[in-house]
């Protein structure tokens, strides 16, 4: 029997195994080293996100992240998707990850030893940003951005890190070296080592974030703890290039692991060259491709529905720098537990009752959570018997229940969303793998918060007086509509799905 048939073939567990730990002892080469990956690059995204979230809020407000995300987010994610396309034709597949990967790493590290100890020197003047957000009520926020725009940079680069390395990257090259009888075993495992380290990371932003308590007020203890923090970030960022790189000349050469391997390289199939009008008329005419585009579309426009109201409470909640992103670590932390224990408990669902029961159950419990959410936020004031007689106030109640709505949605996310998700991917044809995965996680997904962000930002700005927390009933209800749209798109893609599998494992037979 041959290295590939043995290496294809459906392998047998006892039904603790199965349940527990569905790899096989000879897999862990492989399994492993990818896990691995996805720990640190997950443990940088959660600092990441903590330290975006702290510096931008902080400074311009929580209302800003509509705007931070439409104007500088959206424009950037696109920018980014045609120039890998571009790049996609050029470089081989090991040298395109690190194009992509080390100008990050490059960037955080500068942002804390040079960037921000010149913050001062580097943004106008605040009375000046002041005069001029008096001066046009309307266009308050944008002052309020450029006000701190290196700080409106660290926010881009930060969420582009989710959508380019953790969403485009890791899961491409997931999808790259594979197989599908592998895929449905260690793609609910991924996310179980992933947010192993979004548990390391939250603590490590709440430890160095509680380091204040060592310094006088005086000095900047929030510029003390960025510099431990995007540290970590860059050592986490090269252990992550490292291991990749290990991968490519220790794993990826052995048929048993990958198929390629097997072939002669004159006989590999040549990367498809088109150029990038040819790629998105090819993209956009695919029925599939569009289904997955509305899914990531409508998770990210929901999660940023509910999100962006939270934070405009947390912020009232926690003014003080470190206490923010203190609070924001611990938040990272409780998702981290909640998600392994959502991977634990859910990780069976999609391998015993199929693709679209564990598809539909995001939407679901997201529906669920945010209504919830609004309803306190939007009643608060009815509810507040509530928070009389659990000893707290309504503002805290408020950001508690949104901590948890937010853990929830996450946890969901990481155990059954990207996993679903990125199946999906796998049966398609080489084009739609590469170019269709740039265009779908990364352009979808920031049209799915710029979506909620252009809303949320028309109805802050036809008022002079309009905050996060008046549009909340109106944002509650496009929330519903959102999801609906989210469930009709998996129900669809659901079917295609099955019928594609179906036929690839049909031309594994045959051949």
């Not at 194009?99 to 942002?111: E, K, M, N, Q």
């Not at 986490?236 to 072939?263: E, K, Q």
């Not at 999100?307 to 938040?331: C, D, P, R």
């Not at 948890?404 to 998700?421: A, E, H, R, V």
Request: glycine share 6%; aromatic share 14%.
């Amino acid at each position: 029997m041959s290295v590939k048939s043995l290496s294809q073939k459906e392998p047998q567990f006892s039904k603790l195994r199965a349940a527990i730990w569905p790899i096989q002892n000879t897999e862990m080469k492989k399994f492993l080293p990818m896990g691995l990956m996805m720990f640190f690059i997950l443990f940088i995204y959660t600092i990441l996100r903590d330290t975006k979230d702290t510096l931008v809020v902080g400074a311009s407000g929580a209302e800003a992240i509509s705007f931070v995300k439409f104007w500088g987010v959206t424009p950037a994610s696109i920018l980014f998707v045609i120039l890998y396309a571009k790049l996609s034709n050029i470089l081989s597949r090991e040298n395109l990850f690190y194009t992509c990967i080390i100008p990050f790493i490059l960037f955080f590290g500068a942002f804390a030893l040079f960037i921000y100890p010149n913050k001062a020197f580097l943004h106008p003047n605040p009375d000046t940003v002041t005069a001029m957000k008096q001066a046009i009520p309307a266009l308050r926020y944008f002052f309020a951005l450029w006000g701190s725009w290196s700080y409106s940079i660290f926010y881009i680069m930060a969420e582009l890190w989710g959508s380019v390395i953790v969403s485009l990257l890791f899961w491409q090259f997931a999808n790259e070296i594979t197989r599908t009888n592998e895929a449905k075993r260690f793609y609910p495992l991924f996310p179980l080592l992933g947010n192993i380290g979004l548990i390391f990371s939250g603590q490590t932003v709440r430890y160095l974030s509680d380091i204040r308590k060592l310094y006088p007020p005086e000095v900047d203890a929030w510029g003390i703890s960025l510099n431990y923090m995007m540290s970590a970030v860059v050592v986490a960022g090269l252990t992550t290039v490292a291991i990749y790189w290990w991968m490519n000349r220790n794993v990826l050469t052995d048929p048993f692991y990958y198929d390629a391997a097997a072939m002669p390289k004159k006989e590999k199939k040549e990367k498809p060259k088109l150029s990038m009008i040819e790629s998105l008329k090819y993209l956009f005419t695919s029925k599939y491709l569009g289904f997955i585009v509305l899914i990531i579309m409508g998770y990210g426009m929901s999660i940023n529905l509910v999100e962006v109201t939270w934070k405009s409470e947390l912020k009232m909640q926690y003014a003080n720098e470190n206490a923010f992103a203190a609070f924001m670590g611990n938040f990272s932390t409780f998702t981290g537990i909640a998600t392994i224990a959502l991977i634990l408990l859910g990780k069976g669902i999609i391998r015993r009752f199929g693709w679209f029961t564990g598809a539909i159950l995001t939407p679901l419990i997201l529906s669920i959570t945010g209504v919830l959410f609004f309803t306190f936020v939007i009643f608060s004031d009815s509810l507040s018997w509530m928070t009389l007689l659990m000893g707290t106030t309504p503002l805290f109640m408020a950001v508690m229940i949104g901590a948890t709505q937010n853990i929830l949605s996450k946890g969901t996310k990481y155990s059954l969303f990207d996993p679903t998700k990125e199946m999906s991917y796998i049966p398609l044809d080489q084009e739609l793998k590469v170019k269709g995965k740039a265009a779908a996680d990364v352009i979808g997904g920031r049209l799915g918060k710029s979506g909620g962000a252009i809303v949320q930002q028309f109805l802050l700005v036809i008022s002079a007086t309009a905050t996060q927390l008046t549009i909340a009933p109106y944002t509650c209800g496009l929330l519903l509509v959102v999801i609906f749209a989210w469930m009709f798109a998996v129900g669809g893609l659901s079917k295609m799905y099955n019928q594609k599998v179906a036929e690839k494992e049909h031309e594994l037979k045959v051949a």
